[in-house]
């Protein structure tokens, strides 16, 4: 079993930033890709980003394009989600989750952390 920690959550003014951080341990070896997704209050959990465990691919929901950069340090089994111009509808808990391929549905990853808030104030 993978168990996945998030990190890097906070308050931040629009048009701030803010790196989250997702640390992986346990049985990686089947992992191949990690993902983003985010939930915010009321609404359904959504996809943000994902990326393979060699970092060669990765995906990114169109609200999130040119602005949030996901990257991996595969040696260290961490992943990072680098967010710029942040906007008030950012505002979510963000999950972190491993899978077997890039996907932008959830169910396409079977480990899941227990999110960090990311609130944006305007």
């Known amino acids: 079993q993978v168990q996945l920690v998030e990190s890097g959550g906070g308050l931040v003014q629009a048009g701030g930033s803010l790196r989250l951080s997702c640390a992986a341990s346990?049985?990686?070896?089947?992992?191949?890709?990690m993902g983003w997704f985010r939930q915010a209050p009321g609404k359904e959990r959504e996809f943000v980003a994902a990326?393979?465990?060699?970092?060669?691919?990765?995906s990114y929901a169109d609200s999130v394009k040119g602005r949030f950069t996901i990257s991996i340090d595969s040696a260290k089994k961490t992943m990072f989600l680098q967010m710029n111009r942040l906007k008030p509808e950012d505002t979510a808990v963000y999950y972190c989750?491993?899978?077997?391929?890039?996907?932008?549905?959830?169910?396409?990853?079977?480990?899941w952390g227990q999110g960090t808030l990311v609130t944006v104030s305007s």
């Open positions: 990326i393979s465990w060699s970092g060669g691919m990765t």
């Open positions: 989750a491993a899978g077997r391929y890039v996907s932008s549905l959830s169910n396409a990853f079977d480990a």
């Open positions: 346990g049985r990686t070896f089947s992992t191949y890709a």
